[in-house]
Nanobody
Framework: QVQMVESGGGLVQPGESLTLSCASS????????RNWYRQGPGKKRELVAS???????EYADSVKGRFTISVDNAKKMVYLQMNNLKREDTAVYYC???????????WGQGTQVTVSS
């Protein structure tokens, strides 16, 4: 059974930084797309950042220039560096490893990020 464990969430003030980490046991980790999603209070889950198997990245417009996704294939880790956090970044953040061509779509349990003064 694949394990996906996020960590690093917490309470921060606006303008501060936070780094989320996700440890995966998925065998297909390095050939998959690695994603961070979030779901804010009363909102739908949204894609925040993606890191493809070819090394390209994509970001939601709301986080461009502030968030950075990175991966360590050797350690099967996914990171999300979040700078200049805003109140609207408050959400539960989920790590996702996806290889749809092979039918794989793994999710973590989520980690809470709260931005408040």
């Amino acid at each position: 059974q694949v394990q996906m464990v996020e960590s690093g969430g917490g309470l921060v003030q606006p303008g501060e930084s936070l780094t989320l980490s996700c440890a995966s046991s998925a065998r297909i980790f390095s050939i998959s797309t690695r994603n961070w999603y979030r779901q804010g209070p009363g909102k739908k889950r949204e894609l925040v950042a993606s890191f493809t198997s070819r090394g390209s990245t994509e970001y939601a417009d709301s986080v461009k220039g502030r968030f950075t996704i990175s991966v360590d294939n050797a350690k099967k880790m996914v990171y999300l560096q979040m700078n200049n956090l805003k109140r609207e970044d408050t959400a539960v953040y989920y790590c996702n490893v996806r290889l749809l061509s092979a039918g794989y779509d793994y999710w973590g349990q989520g980690t809470q990020v709260t931005v408040s003064s």
